[in-house]
């Protein structure tokens, strides 16, 4: 599986990186705790529920699991289980895919069936159509969300991975699945309209909206799925879904998490995930504003979330307290977002061989598994599947298939 070239030498050390990896989680498993391991139980759970609700009493409150989260992240065991995260099983199923192009190894392609069976297996059980949420509740600024509710941040993920597959394996039952989750974001999810041509959408079924990525993830599912099945009205919902991300664009290129006035940061990798569907989004349609857009969101990505050594930091300017100095997702979501624009912003070249690199040199522990985090003192070297094991792997794959393509 090395793949090396003259022109490309970081090629052969990300192949055996993703061969050490790929050996690490067979020995491992598929289930994983999280970040939010510390909050899925009912003790982190009441702790969490009184931050947002009388924040002095819930800062004592969360004060033994933050101490924990920053010196002694093993500790996460001791308040929840491992479990199953669908959106890591998308990320892995894509990545195998990836590798399968990358190598034309059957084995990747067979792996990447069985992380589809087990996305199948795990869809939101209370909906009609194919959705996925996450299997912990989950507190949040608005309340309770209960376990397996579907979220519009997780299924676009699977549609991806069955998309990504049915094009390598044009099979029915892929384009069935795909057709149901097309269905579930166009009516499941709601809109609400933000100006004469722009709407926001829900985070899941029940909220009443206002997240940028939100709208950015489902802008792109369903342009993706308009052009899949010559559905017009499903480009006329991710159009004004589109619109709200391109009017809520701040003029220094930066989009808030959400437009409410309370979570107005920026972060690393929710900034990532708005560029990389309006990339994608561009590069279906060719939509003129999108790709404006993202001329002025690489100009704002690039001067104010890295450091001095050019790797992610997590927030332009940080909204609280954190315990860590770099994060895996970020990292995993810049190599995905460059290896995204690289053609249309060559700039972004010189980051993503930075950030490989860097990976590589620093994140990778000798059982073949990523660190998590950077802590202020020491790292979190807790594997967790949704948390950058899963998106790292991923966007490797993804760099070895373009490193072959690159070659040919």
Known sequence: MRLATKSNPLAGRVSLAIANFTNWLNGFGETSLDYQTFYAGRIGGRAKTLYYRYQRLGIAAVAPMVFCEAFIPSARRLFYHRVRFPIADAHFGMGFAFLYEATLDSRWFHRAIQFLKSLEETRCPDFSEYCWGYP??????????????????????????????????????????????????????????????????????????????????????????????????????????????????????????????????????????????????????????????LSKGVSYYLGNLFDRDGLPRPFSKAPRLTVYKRELYDCAECINLCLLLRDRFPELNQTLETVVTGILDDWIKPDGSFRSRRLHFGWDNVPMHRWGQSQMFRSLAYYLRESRRDCE
């Open 136 to 293: 912990f509740d989950w507190v949040t600024i608005h309340g309770l969300l209960k376990r397996q509710t579907p979220l519009i941040t997780t299924t676009p993920y699977a549609y991806e991975a069955f998309l990504q597959v049915h094009n390598l394996d044009p099979d029915e039952k892929w384009i069935s699945i795909l057709e149901s989750i097309a269905r579930h974001a166009a009516f499941d999810i709601k809109d609400f309209p933000t100006s004469g041509t722009a709407s926001s959408c829900s985070y899941n079924p029940y909220d009443k909206g206002g997240v940028i990525n939100s709208a950015a993830y489902r802008s792109f599912l369903l342009t993706s799925a308009s052009k899949l099945f010559a559905n017009d009205p499903y480009w006329n919902i991710a159009e004004r879904n589109m619109n709200f991300v391109l009017e809520n664009q701040n003029p220094d290129g930066s989009w808030y998490y959400a437009v409410d006035g309370v979570r107005d940061f920026v972060d690393h990798y929710h900034t990532c995930f708005v560029m990389k569907s309006l990339a994608k989004i561009h590069a279906l349609t060719g939509h003129a504003g999108c790709f404006n857009a």
